[in-house]
């Protein structure tokens, strides 16, 4: 997984089905999972305003921190997601899992959704913190943090 660019961030979007689901379901799930990738890697998706932070302002042992958004995940899936997943030495990466379903963002109108992106993200920086501290990884998350939340405001005002 070497991130050849000098994003530190990237997103990841995964949609579990399930083989006992109707086609209705299936169809409706699909097409709420293509409205998500809108505010993923959309015209005015967080993606592209997460390129902007560059790797190499933050220190040498952190090189991507991947936003796993899982939409609707079934149950089976659930069960293995942890809060944030263990750094990976020989990749300087982690994965944060971030669940989405219809409670914290299908049933919210645009600008709550985008709140919630934001709000979510922000909120996962303090997992990474303590991972960041408890490893000893050469990473200024104060920097990143404040670099971050820049980019949240602007991803929240566009809308």
């Not at 967080?46 to 390129?51: A, H």
């Not at 220190?59 to 069960?79: M, S």
């Not at 997943?85 to 982690?94: D, L, N, P, T, W």
Request: a neutral charge; hydrophobic letters at 35%; glycine letters at 6%.
């Amino acid at each position: 997984m070497e991130n050849e660019k000098n994003e530190i961030f990237g997103c990841f979007v995964s949609q579990p089905t399930d083989s006992r689901w109707s086609q209705e379901k299936l169809d409706f799930i699909m097409k709420q999972g293509e409205e998500f990738r809108g505010y993923i890697w959309g015209r005015r998706g967080i993606s592209e305003l997460l390129k902007k932070l560059d790797r190499s302002n933050y220190g040498k042992d952190l090189e991507l921190v991947l936003f796993q958004f899982y939409v609707k995940p079934i149950p089976e899936l659930l069960t293995c997601l942890k809060e944030i997943e263990a750094y990976r030495k020989k990749e300087r990466a982690i994965g944060i899992p971030i669940i989405i379903n219809d409670e914290n963002f299908f049933s919210k109108t645009e600008r709550g959704r985008y709140d919630f992106l934001g709000e979510i993200i922000l909120a996962k920086m303090n997992l990474l913190a303590e991972v960041v501290k408890r490893r000893k990884l050469d990473t200024n998350m104060s920097l990143l943090v404040s670099d971050l939340k820049k980019i949240i405001q602007e991803f929240g005002s566009e809308h």
